[in-house]
Each structure stands twice: as structure tokens, then as C-alpha cells.
């Protein structure tokens, strides 16, 4: 189903942003959706933002409009989530996913079939 790769994570101060990256097969740009969820310790998967094939459409939960932002850039088979005004409750690993189908970007985990292994963000006060 091909593997993701996620690069970019790590730990700072509240206030500050990260850049998540996000490399995958040559198959799944262009036509697929995307997508970035977190999960925290004792918690679900949350879905964080989607975007849709070609990168034309994009939403955002409720928690992280504003201060989050995902793209993609085809040509370099990497999507990105720019994550500026960091909070502690920003914590969690996150992951990168996509659905290998079209779907143009669905808050539902069970839809994405292709997962990277998640990467850890920490936040502190």
C-alpha cells in the first residue's frame, strides 16, 4: 500500500511552529487525498487537517484553524503541515496518511489505507 514518511518533529516552547514533512510512493500524488492525525497518550486518532488531490481543497479542525497549515507539492511527492502557535495540548504523534482512493479528504481514519509511522511533537509551557 506504500510506506509514509514523516521528518520534522520534535519539542518546543508553546508559541513556537514546527514543519512536518511528509514522503511517499510516486503513485499516491496527484489523484489521492491526504491527510495529518495525532494522537495523544489514552486518546484516539484526531484528524488534525485533509487536503484533496492535487492539494485544491484543504480543511481543518476546529482546534488548529488559523495556526495550522497543509500543503503539498506534487513534484517532490511530499506533503507538509506548518504548525505555528504551538500549544502544549498540541502534544501528541502525528501522522501522515492517505487514502490511495480520491476521496477528497475525509475525517475518518478507517478511510486512509496508507500510514506513516508517526512522529513525536512536544510542546512545553
Known amino acids: 500500500q506504500g510506506q509514509l514518511v514523516e521528518s520534522g518533529g520534535g519539542s518546543v516552547e508553546a508559541g513556537g511552529s514546527l514543519r512536518l514533512s511528509c514522503s511517499g510512493p510516486?503513485?499516491?500524488?496527484?489523484?489521492?487525498?491526504w491527510a495529518w492525525f495525532r494522537q495523544a497518550p489514552g486518546k484516539g486518532r484526531e484528524g488534525v487537517a485533509v487536503?484533496?488531490?492535487?492539494?485544491?481543497?484543504?480543511d481543518y479542525a476546529d482546534s488548529v484553524k488559523v495556526r495550522f497549515t497543509v500543503s503539498t507539492d506534487n513534484a517532490k511527492k511530499t506533503v507538509f503541515l506548518q504548525m505555528n502557535s504551538l500549544k502544549p495540548e498540541d502534544t501528541a504523534m502525528y501522522y501522515c496518511?492517505?487514502?490511495?482512493?480520491?476521496?477528497?479528504?475525509?475525517?475518518?481514519?478507517?478511510?486512509?489505507?496508507?500510514w506513516g509511522k508517526g512522529i513525536q511533537v512536544t510542546v512545553t509551557s
Open positions: 510516486d503513485y499516491l500524488f496527484g489523484r489521492a487525498s
Open positions: 496518511a492517505s487514502d490511495g482512493q480520491s476521496l477528497g479528504g475525509s475525517w475518518t481514519a478507517d478511510e486512509y489505507v496508507n
Open positions: 487536503i484533496g488531490p492535487g492539494g485544491r481543497e484543504a
